[in-house]
């Protein structure tokens, strides 16, 4: 699986968008999810095939031994939960589509979501080992009103 950052240049949707990439090799596939374009979009499928062709380069480079060749694969868009079109959780849906996409499931997502994943997601984060900042809970509450 590949988290994608994707450069947006469009009026509709500048910025950056984050999607995922997935090598599914039961199905012999590349597998996009997508929470703000479906399945037919042609910025989709262009932005998908080019990071498909560097991926296929890298791996007739790194893996050419291996009895899975994937230089035959195909493109399939996944049909995912979308967010609202102006909104900014795309990371967070990126994130919850490599957490939770096991290449048959499509993971439920929906907008009231969100919030918790994001608590969810920060908990994660600072409570996991690669953190060294151990004290983040104390800096936390002092910084916010009310803290201690």
Known sequence: MFPVIEE????????HHWYV???NNTAQRFEALDSLRSKGNIGLIYHA????????????LYYNKSRVQIENYE???IDAPKQAVRSVHCGFYM????????????????KEDIQKIKKITANKW???????NKKWKQQLDSNCRGGK
Do not use: H, S, T
Not at 49 to 60: C, F, G, L, S
Not at 126 to 132: E, H, I, Q, S, V
């Open 75 to 77: 493109l399939e868009i």
């Open 95 to 110: 994130l919850e589509y490599l957490d939770k996409w096991d290449g048959v499931n499509v993971p439920r997502i929906r």
């Open 21 to 23: 990439l997935c090598i």
């Open 126 to 132: 600072l409570n996991a080992p690669f953190n060294k």
């Open 8 to 15: 947006m240049g469009g009026k509709e949707v500048p910025g």
């Open 49 to 60: 095939n080019a990071v498909m062709r560097r991926i296929k380069e890298a791996w007739k």
